[in-house]
Structures are given as C-alpha cells and as structure tokens.
C-alpha cells in the first residue's frame, strides 16, 4: 500500500519534470521569476507603488509588439522593445509628476493604459488573435533555453543590484530628507529601482505575457506581508510563496491541461488570500484580538 502511495505522488509530484524537458525548463524558469521578482515586490508594496507594476506590466507591451513585427517571435527583438518601453513610460510618467503637481499614479496610469492601446493596436495589424494570446499571456511551457538563459541572467543580476541599492531605496520611501542630505538626492537610486521592475517584468514576459507577468512579482509581496513584520522575513517568506506558486501551478497545468501561467498566478492569488483570512496578522487573527478586547 505505501509502495502504491509513494508512486502516486511520485507520478504526480516529479513525474512531469523528471520525464519532460519543457516542464524542467519551465519550472527553472518559474524559479528565476520568483526569485528575481518577489523581493522587488515587497519594495513596491512598502513603498506604496503596487499599482505601479501592474502599470509597467502594460506598458511594456508597445515595444514587445514593435519587436514582434520587425522579427516575430524574436526573443532579442521582443526584450530590447519591451525594456525601451517601459523605460520610456517610466520616465515620461516621472517627468510629468516632478513638473506638474500630477500624482505619480495618476502619471503612470494615463501613460500604461495608451501604451496598452497602442500595444494591442501595433499586434493587431499584423498579426492573427493568436498572436495576441500569445503576448497578453505568454506559456511558461513554452520557454526554450535562450529565454531561460535570459530569466536566470536578469534574476541574477537583479539580485545584485538590488542588493546595492536596498538600504537607499528603502530609505527613499520613508524618509526622503534625510537621503537627500545624506547622499543628494534619492532620484538615481529611484530610477534604477524602476529599471529593475521593467527588465523583471520584460524576463517573465514569454512566460506569463503582458498581463500576467506581474502575478509573480506582487501577490507573494502582499501574501507575505500577514506572515511578518520583518522586512528581511518579508523578503524571505515571499520568495519562497513564489516559488511553490511556480511549482504548484505548472503541476496543475500539466495534469488538468491548463494556462501555465494564469495557472501559476492562480495559486499566488490562493496564497494571498490564504494569508489574508489565516495568517498572524490575518483577519481570524484580528477577529480572536479583538473578541478578547471586548470580553
């Protein structure tokens, strides 16, 4: 009977990886994704930009379609006009709010929803609603070993960076006098802290396309903030929520024949919401503290 068990989970647990190439390259790649993009999440949750993600997620998408009609499904092509887009609208949406009294939300929205429109525009003159799918939500398994090498090098150097900048960048969102005394100014270490979220956000654009490609980066950040109040716990715990999210959601894509990638963020969602309702700071939680005020 525990023979019977253990080759039950073992055809559902590792099978598809250890039998498929693609789903080894898609799991390495879920990986890479995660932990590239889950750290850089908990920065923009605390520094109140979460939207601001979902905005660059968008806004990348004009350069993508640009690139994919000069060369197709060009890798090079697509990365380069996605990381020329979104820099563009990070800048523009940068711009405006230091000249104007504009908000920087309502900056990046304004410009996100027309490089959206412009995006769709550009994808649908010439190519077919397949075309369009395939850039609005991408398949995981259909990552091939260039555009993994492109995941693992991005989270990688990402990594790195933002190690660099973590201290400045965090001070920036709290107290930005006193960067500004101390080391002239938090706009340098700003801008390549938006830098990371566009190049994070372009890597995990062929697997989990335009619209999904901030799934990822944002819900483990959320889910993780009602595990712990520690920034460095934060960073951990949603680091590792990504990664089962990647895991659990190519394993359900493989056995119920579904979108890896919606499949993917599906199960960030289910971690989110997890913790919304059971975790320390979650709302059972909240409701047992204040029961106990009352009594």
Known sequence: MSGGLHDMLYQFLLAPFADFAFMRRALVA??????????????LMLRRMSLFGEAMSHAILPGAAAGFLVAGFSLPAISIGGVVAGLVVALLAGAATRATDQREDAGVAAFYLMALALGVTLISTRGSAVDVMQLLFGSALAVDEPALLLMGGVSTVSLLVFAMIYRPVLVDGFDPDF??????????YHFIFLGL????????????????????????????????RSLI?????????????????????????????????????????????????GLVRLWHERRHLEA
């Open 179 to 188: 960067l500004r005394d101390a080391h002239g100014g938090g706009a340098l």
């Open 197 to 228: 979220v566009v190049v994070n956000l372009v890597a995990a654009f062929q697997a989990l396309g335009s619209l999904m490609a901030v799934g990822l980066m944002m819900l483990p950040a959320l889910a993780a903030r009602y595990w712990t």
């Open 30 to 43: 879920s990986f890479a994704m995660a932990l590239g993009s889950a750290p850089i999440g908990v920065l």
């Open 233 to 281: 716990g934060a960073l951990v715990t949603a680091s590792g929520i990504a990664l089962l999210s990647g895991y659990c959601g190519l394993l359900v894509s493989f056995h119920a024949d579904l979108p890896s990638g919606p499949a993917i963020v599906l199960f960030a969602g289910a971690a989110y919401l997890l913790s919304l309702v059971a975790g320390r700071q």
